[in-house]
């Protein structure tokens, strides 16, 4: 059985709903997963955006999320899930908004896909301090046992919303 990951807020490359988003409560979507290889010793999960800013000329990938050594026989995340909810000894690095937590799609023009990707790790990632996606990337190289990845796409809708801030 090979890795996958899955919400039941959105299906693979269908529509993120706007709850998860800048334009509703921003929180995390719930995130499923299983076929973690029997030896994997750790998780890491990344999220973000290859669109930014504008998906006919992106220029930067945008990171959402970053989650690592979440123990392998963790299953998922509930909806809403913060830092602090996190399972023992998993940690949150830093995303592009400059924080620990999830921050939701708010794309400036055009639809974003946004890719959620879990990685089983060899290994424990030691000796980091507040690593970005780029350092997580550095430190998992040679150590990949399995990966999963679960998109989903969004644009803003002209309505606004509470935390339509990010532009």
């Not at 030896?39 to 690592?68: C, E, F, M, T």
């Not at 999963?148 to 809708?157: F, I, N, Q, R």
């Amino acid at each position: 059985m090979s890795m996958t990951i899955t919400s039941d807020a959105f299906v693979h490359e269908g529509e993120i709903p706007s709850k998860y988003t800048c334009q509703g409560e921003d929180i995390a979507p719930a995130l499923t997963w299983e076929g973690v290889p029997e030896n994997a010793v750790s998780l890491v999960l990344i999220v973000d955006d290859p669109d930014a800013p504008d998906p006919k000329a992106p220029q930067r990938i945008w990171v959402h999320w970053v989650v690592y050594n979440i123990p392998p026989a963790t299953v998922g995340f509930p909806e809403g899930a913060v830092s602090a909810d996190l399972p023992d000894g998993a940690e949150s690095g830093i995303n592009d908004f400059q924080r620990k937590d999830y921050g939701g799609p708010c794309p400036p023009i055009g639809r974003h896909r946004y890719f959620h990707k879990l990685y089983a790790l060899d290994t424990m990632l030691g000796g980091l301090k507040n690593p970005t996606k780029k350092d997580l990337e550095e430190a998992m190289k040679g150590h990949i046992l399995a990966q999963a990845v679960l998109m989903g796409t969004y644009e803003k809708s002209d309505k606004g919303g509470r935390n339509d801030r990010r532009k």
